[in-house]
Structure formats: C-alpha cells, structure tokens
C-alpha cells in the first residue's frame, strides 16, 4: 500500500521538475509512491514527463501560486501522507521515503523537513553539495533589513543554528521540503488564504504549533535544493504585502497586527493588497474563527515554549 505522495508545483522550470523525478525514483522504490506535478501556467518550454507516465500532471492555464496549487491537488491524494517538494531539488540514497512515512506515523500532528542541501543551476550533483540548511527560526520584527525590502522586516524565516540530534523541534519548517500528515495538513488549513507567493512557511509552522502539534528537522534525511538569486517568472509585491496581512489578521490580535503591519511600506502595491484584504474580508474573518476552534495554545505559549522574540507595542 502507497503511504506518500509527493506534490511538486512548479513554474518556468524547463526540464528540472522532470530531473527532480528522476532523482526520486532513482533513490526510492517507485511503486511506494505517488507524484503529482503542477505546472503553474508555466509560458517558457513545457517540462515534459514522457519518461514518467505514472507522474500525475495537472497544467494550470494561468498562475494560481502554490496555495492554490497545493489545494486543488489535495483531492487527488490518496495516501496518508505527502511531500511538499520544488521542482528543482535532489535526493540521496538514505532511505528518506521509509524514514519519512515511519516518522509520520508515529507523530501525525508534527510537520516535518529534512537538512537541506545547496545546489546551484550548474551545479546539481547533490554527492558535491557542502553548504547545509537546518529549518528555520520565525522573525516577527527583523529591524536588520535594509529599507528596500521593508516588507521582509515582518514575519520572516531565518535559517536556524544545526543542533547534534537526528531529530529535533524547530520553529518553523523552511527549505522546500516539507512532510505532513494529510489530514493534519488539511486540519490546519495548510497555505489556504494565500496568494500567489511568501509567508508559506512561517504561516503553516505558526498554526501548527498554535493547534498543538510540532515542527520538527529531520537532519539525517538530505535533500538538495537549487536557491536561485531570482526566480524565472514575475514576483509581484502586493501578493507578499496580501499574505503578510492575512496571516496577522487571521492569527494574531489586533495590537500585534496594527504593530507588525506598520512596518509594511505604505505604497500603492501596499493599498493594492490592503483593497484585496478588504474584498475577502467575510472570508478571513470566518477563517480565524476557525482557527480559534482548533488551537489549544496561544501565541504567548509558543513563543515562551520555542524561544520566540515576540515584539511588544
């Protein structure tokens, strides 16, 4: 019986996301597995899975983003468990598909991912990869930020400090590799609320600690990962500016909201996703009403529990 299902969206890849799936059945046993590939309305050369008819593949006729992505392929998953992939990433021959369903198992309400491993566009060999990333810690306030880039002051990843364990809590997920329970998935609502890009992370560790589970590193599981110094599609401000104001809005009280919101630029891209809050208003205030039904702790816990700087107005 198939226990994983890897879910892989991608944009603009060319032929990466077909090599990601090569490097994953090339280290695991391919009947274990499901892999769905999301072409997020990709306008450069379609990635092409001949080699690999067993790839579901969904062709998005416009950009929807990963949220959307990741909601419209909940309902082809089959198995208990999935992967959150990129579609530019490698794997090794540690027994990471065994390892990953056994953990899962065990501790269903934990979200997990693994070292990763850094790869560069003319460098994919993931046996010659050196540079290691061990999840991350969530910054509220990140005042060291330069002026341009205001928006990522708020509400942001850093990579985090190795620690000697295998296997250890950590306060948010990051690296693009993520594995979840299902229905844990679904419970906390996922990226759901999200545009097209930023926050992914913090968003889906914050409510799964604020909902009782865990955040976990599996440091023995290595998977390389292309970081690119920009992205080959259009990466609008607003939508970032969007998912920063939905997440406070739906997680947090209006004191931390008003304070964290403050340091958003006020520009037009910050008017333009202030009007779409606006729009979707009944939508987010019936999400967070959810949210409160579902959390057993509360934000002032977890920062205690993790060792969160949570700023103070």
């Excluded at 769905?36 to 690999?52: M, P, R």
């Excluded at 947090?252 to 006020?266: C, E, M, Q, Y």
């Excluded at 009403?289 to 579902?294: E, F, G, L, Q």
Aim: one cysteine or more; aromatic letters at 10%.
């Amino acid at each position: 019986m198939k226990k994983l299902t890897i879910v892989m969206p991608f944009l603009n890849e060319e032929n990466e996301p077909a090599n990601t799936v090569k490097s994953i059945y090339e280290t695991c046993d391919p009947a274990k597995i499901n892999i769905v590939a999301i072409d997020d309305g990709s306008t450069k050369s379609l990635t092409k899975f001949d080699e690999f008819p067993e790839v579901q593949v969904i062709r998005n006729q416009k950009r929807l983003g990963k949220a959307n992505c990741l909601n419209n392929a909940l309902e082809l998953i089959v198995t208990p468990h999935m992967l959150i992939i990129d579609g530019h990433m490698r794997f090794k021959n540690d027994g990471w598909l065994d390892k990953i369903n056994s953990l899962l198992e065990k501790e269903p309400s934990t979200f997990f991912c693994t070292t990763s491993m850094q790869l560069a566009h003319d460098q994919m060999d993931i046996t010659k990869a050196s540079v290691k990333y061990f999840g991350a810690d969530i910054l509220f306030i990140d005042p060291s930020q330069k002026q341009s880039i205001l928006a990522a002051q708020i509400l942001e990843p850093k990579w985090t400090n190795e620690k000697a364990d295998n296997l250890y809590e950590i306060q948010c997920i990051l690296g693009a590799n993520y594995a979840v329970n299902v229905n844990w998935y679904k419970r906390i609502k996922g990226m759901s609320g999200l545009e097209k890009w930023g926050g992914e992370e913090v968003f889906m560790s914050l409510k799964t600690w604020l909902a009782g589970g865990k955040c976990k590193l599996i440091k023995d599981i290595e998977i390389g990962h292309m970081y690119r110094s920009s992205a080959p599609y259009i990466t609008q401000k607003h939508h970032l500016y969007y998912n920063k104001m939905w997440i406070c809005f739906s997680l947090f009280d209006d004191s931390l909201t008003n304070l964290l919101l403050s340091k958003l630029p006020i520009n037009h891209e910050y008017y333009l996703a202030r009007k779409n809050i606006n729009k979707n208003w009944s939508i987010l205030l019936e999400t967070r009403k959810y949210y409160k039904s579902i959390f057993t702790k509360s934000l002032q816990e977890i920062c205690l529990e993790l060792n969160i700087s949570l700023p103070i107005s």
